[in-house]
């Protein structure tokens, strides 16, 4: 049974940090592309980040230069660094696995960024 289990929100303010951390069972997954989604009320979910299984990694614009997504083959688990958050980053936070077809999706975990 696939697993992805999401941790690491909560709240905080403008311009300050956040790890989020999403641990997979169930699937080989030094083959999956991982990646995190958000979505916040009343919008639609939109990738935020992308690592591939050899290490390539994509960002959303509005999010280039201030997070950072990372893997850690042996852990099975995939890092979403924030810093200098500002509170249109407020969503909640799916991690993803792709692996051709075969496609999974975390609970979620909740970031928000407010004063």
């Known amino acids: 049974q696939v697993q992805l289990v999401e941790s690491g929100g909560g709240l905080v303010q403008p311009g300050g940090s956040l790890t989020l951390s999403c641990a997979a069972s169930g699937i080989t997954f030094r083959f999956y592309a991982m990646a995190w989604y958000r979505q916040a009320p009343g919008q639609q979910r939109e990738l935020v980040a992308k690592i591939t299984a050899d290490g390539r990694r994509n960002y959303a614009d509005s999010v280039q230069g201030r997070f950072t997504i990372s893997r850690d083959n042996d852990k099975k688990t995939v890092l979403l660094q924030m810093s200098n958050l500002r509170p249109e980053d407020t969503a909640d936070y799916y991690c993803?696995?792709?692996?051709?077809?075969?496609?999974?999706w975390g609970q979620g975990t909740q970031v928000t960024v407010a004063s």
């Open positions: 993803n696995a792709r692996l051709e077809t075969a496609e999974n």
